[in-house]
């Protein structure tokens, strides 16, 4: 679930997430875009099994992976973390140090140069 499935919804992230999960049961695993501690803690609450912690510095990932941990472990659950926002080759070693399960590098994609690439088939009878 990311912030534009939750504008189109509109409804809270957290009724968002507990309705998901009542209608598609525990099995399937639901991801959900957090870019504050606030709206972290509504995916936990919702039922999300992985929250995309988005745009955070590393000291706010470091906080927040230490409280969104804890909260998980007072509800009985465990949750896996991603960050995600503004990573690239300068900053994903101090991301990585934070306590984070997983790190996602938009760099990779949005950010290489096009190959310009043509193919051309010959029919030979």
Do not use: F, W
Not at 77 to 101: K, M, P, W, Y
């Amino acid at each position: 679930v990311k912030e534009n499935h939750l504008a189109l919804a509109g409804r809270p992230l957290r009724v968002l997430l507990e309705s998901q999960r009542a209608a598609l049961g525990p099995a399937m695993r639901i991801t959900a875009e957090a870019r504050t501690l606030a709206d972290a803690a509504d995916a936990l609450a919702g039922g999300a099994d992985v929250i995309l912690l988005d745009n955070m510095t590393p000291a706010e990932l470091s906080a927040a992976c230490s409280t969104l941990r804890e909260q998980a472990r007072a509800a009985g659950r465990t949750i896996e973390l991603e960050a995600s926002g503004g990573i690239d080759e300068h900053n994903v070693q101090a991301i990585a140090t934070t306590g984070i399960d997983r790190i996602s590098v938009g760099a990779l994609t949005h950010s290489a140069k096009a190959l310009d690439l043509a193919l051309y088939l010959e029919l030979h009878s």
